[in-house]
């Protein structure tokens, strides 16, 4: 009789841990599901740096991790001449005030990358305009603009690459007060992304 029961406990106590297991599992897999619907698992951490109108040199830095539900902050785009239309864009929060955006165009019969196009938006009260835009293609005196393309899978949608941006004096004075902090200074954006886009 003592022999069964311990058995029986046994067997219920097994159960029930591989019930905890699995349930544990589900939680977690959901919990992944979530996060990466947001975009926390392929977050954007651009660092921006510039000088304001007293001399004094800013550095914006954050961890922009939401995203729509959608291909509008994650594409890969084929177009009809063989090229890819790559789009990326990441928010602070769900406000979605505060945030970051790459696009660019990428021709896997050459490797080349053109139309690059990057913009970093944040609002922090500060005396200069919150944010810092560069578009190669319209205005690019005293501008480089380096895409390092580690990893692209036009299947797939995985990507990965670095991103270095630079901009003199003259860049900030002719591409207008609309599109720098502050003009007449040098500035310049970095950052990585490690990911995977939707590929229509």
Same mark, same amino acid.
């Given at each position: 009789?003592?022999?069964?029961?311990?058995?029986?406990?046994?067997?219920?106590?097994?159960?029930?841990?591989?019930?905890?297991?699995?349930?544990?599992?589900?939680?977690?897999? !959901?919990?992944?599901? =979530?996060?990466?619907?947001?975009?926390?698992?392929?977050?954007?951490?651009?660092?921006?740096?510039?000088?304001?109108?007293?001399?004094?040199? &800013?550095? =914006?830095?954050?961890?922009? !991790?939401?995203?729509?539900?959608?291909?509008?902050?994650?594409?890969?785009?084929?177009?009809?001449?063989?090229?890819? @239309?790559?789009?990326?864009?990441?928010?602070?929060?769900?406000? /979605?005030?505060?945030?970051?955006?790459?696009?660019? !165009?990428?021709?896997?019969?050459?490797?080349?990358?053109?139309?690059?196009?990057?913009?970093?938006? /944040?609002?922090?009260?500060?005396?200069?305009?919150?944010?810092?835009?560069?578009?190669? @293609?319209?205005?690019?005196?005293?501008?480089?603009?380096?895409?390092?393309?580690?990893? &692209?899978?036009?299947?797939?949608?995985? &990507?990965?690459?670095?991103?270095?941006?630079?901009?003199?004096?003259?860049?900030?004075?002719?591409?207008?007060?609309?599109?720098?902090? /502050?003009?007449?200074?040098?500035?310049?954006?970095?950052?990585?992304?490690?990911? !995977?886009?939707?590929?229509?």
């Amino acid at each position: 009789m003592l022999s069964g029961i311990m058995l029986f406990g046994t067997l219920f106590f097994s159960s029930c841990t591989k019930n905890l297991k699995d349930d544990i599992r589900d939680l977690q897999k !959901k919990i992944d599901d =979530i996060s990466h619907s947001l975009g926390n698992d392929e977050p954007i951490t651009p660092v921006t740096i510039f000088k304001d109108k007293k001399g004094k040199t &800013i550095t =914006i830095a954050d961890a922009y !991790k939401f995203k729509a539900n959608d291909y509008s902050t994650q594409s890969l785009i084929k177009r009809q001449d063989g090229t890819y @239309d790559v789009n990326i864009e990441r928010f602070v929060d769900v406000d /979605w005030t505060d945030h970051v955006i790459i696009s660019f !165009k990428y021709d896997p019969s050459t490797k080349a990358i053109t139309q690059k196009y990057c913009g970093h938006y /944040w609002y922090d009260n500060g005396d200069y305009i919150g944010r810092a835009v560069y578009n190669y @293609d319209s205005y690019n005196k005293g501008l480089s603009f380096d895409i390092n393309l580690k990893k &692209i899978d036009l299947s797939t949608g995985a &990507i990965s690459f670095d991103v270095k941006i630079n901009g003199t004096e003259e860049y900030s004075s002719g591409i207008g007060p609309s599109y720098v902090p /502050w003009t007449g200074t040098a500035l310049s954006t970095s950052f990585s992304f490690d990911g !995977k886009l939707r590929v229509y």
